[in-house]
DNA sequence: GGGTATGAGACTGATATACTCCTATTATTG
DNA sequence: CAATAATAGGAGTATATCAGTCTCATACCC
């Protein structure tokens, strides 16, 4: 099973690029540059717009920009927008369908792992990525 | 997005309970002790048994027991023959379909991040679970 | 052989995933 | 200042997975 969907996998892309291009980018041009299919990624793009991930301006030369520094948009922002909170179970994050909370063995171990890999995916950030392309193209002149 | 099923769970609580029973144990009490769905459950240890977790024992008095010591039982064990190997992404378990496997800058963080919680879920094991339920038995007493 | 238990697997409803298509809005152009 | 082209917005769809049920065959004990 995988913990992060092709949707995520496709925003987190799409999110590296409006960083490097800071400025308004159509998505047209985003899809053909990190390979996603053009009417998916536009769905996806709406989702981070109503999020407040990105900004949108319509008409000709129009297209989506980052709302706020790809230093402050971490993955796990982008996880959580797309695919909702990360969590380990449906029962763990959810104690009134839960039932057996009081002896559950595996409550706490396995909700401190959930919280673990929610503070590491916190601490990557769209800067890095965008700051490793910079650097690979930089070296490839 | 929860990243262990219900179907694991069940498994898990299942497995915790034969571990306590140390006897063949049939699916009807198992699942009336960790209240689950008999019929569902009874595939969940279909699928165990399949895998080599439990040995099976049919007729009256028969029943479901570990194949092997709860010590050397992990969740991590049990996650991967229930619902598949655990990864960050398709995109990252499957170079042959990434396309974009050299300069990626997400392949490389993320799949660190999953080999080390599938590292913390091997090291959960479910002797764990049946001694922490036990120590509370003998503290109830 | 009768009764109790598991084994294998087909079947189903609901939800999520992955994607497509049509519509509304904006900006330039003639 | 309308027509047009470029763009975002949002409805809709096919497939897969999840969660569970049901049936029937098989093995075992008395
Ligand atoms: S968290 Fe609910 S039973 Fe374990
Ligand atoms: S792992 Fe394939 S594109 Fe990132």
Redesign the interface.
Known sequence: ??????E??YA?RAL?GLALADDFLPVSTLAEQE?VPPDFLRKIMQRLHQAGIVESSQGPFGGYRLARSARRLS?LDVVETV?????????I?RPEIC??ID?C??RR??SA??A??NA??AK?RIS???N??QS?REAAK
Chains 1, 2 share one sequence.
């Not at 099973?1 to 092709?6: C, F, K, N, P």
């Open positions: 099973m995988a913990i992060i969907t092709r995520t996998d987190l590296t390979e993955v695919q909702g909170p990360l969590v380990m179970s449906e029962c994050s039932g057996r002896y063995p595996f171990r396995l792992l959930g673990g890999l590491k995916l990557v890095d990525a965008a490793e392309i690979a």
